[in-house]
């Protein structure tokens, strides 16, 4: 089992960048993929970017491609997201995921397949 927080939320204008973070704590932490993911207002959670148990593979929506970028240390327990060129459409709620990982597992990008969640950071991109 992991417990998930996520921190580095906050107000940002357009083109501007946040890191946000990922505490994990709990065992096995390698043992976890982890995914963000956003929910905006009125809208589904959706898929922002994923990274393997040891960091191998990182996986994006096409919206997160080219400008966000997905890490982790496994050393520390912390998955990181660093997000440029924001735009207001990324506006949400991000939350962080875990999911315990195993070789040959090719699909990172579905909700219900994680079973760890933090409680969410608030992120706003002003026009």
């Known amino acids: 089992q992991v417990q998930l927080v996520e921190s580095g939320g906050g107000l940002v204008q357009a083109g501007g960048s946040l890191r946000l973070s990922c505490a994990a704590s709990g065992r096995s932490f390698s043992n976890y993929a982890i995914g963000w993911f956003r929910q905006a207002p009125g809208k589904e959670r959706e898929f922002v970017a994923a990274?393997?148990?040891?960091?191998?593979?990182?996986y994006y929506a096409d919206s997160a491609k080219g400008r966000f970028t997905i890490s982790r240390d496994n050393a520390k327990n912390m998955v990181y997201l660093q997000m440029n060129s924001l735009k207001p459409e990324d506006t949400a709620v991000y939350f962080c995921a875990g999911l315990q990982d195993y070789s040959g597992r090719t699909s990172y990008h579905r909700a219900y397949d994680y079973n760890y969640w933090g409680q969410g950071t608030q992120v706003t991109v002003s026009s």
């Open positions: 990274i393997t148990r040891l960091g191998g593979n990182t």
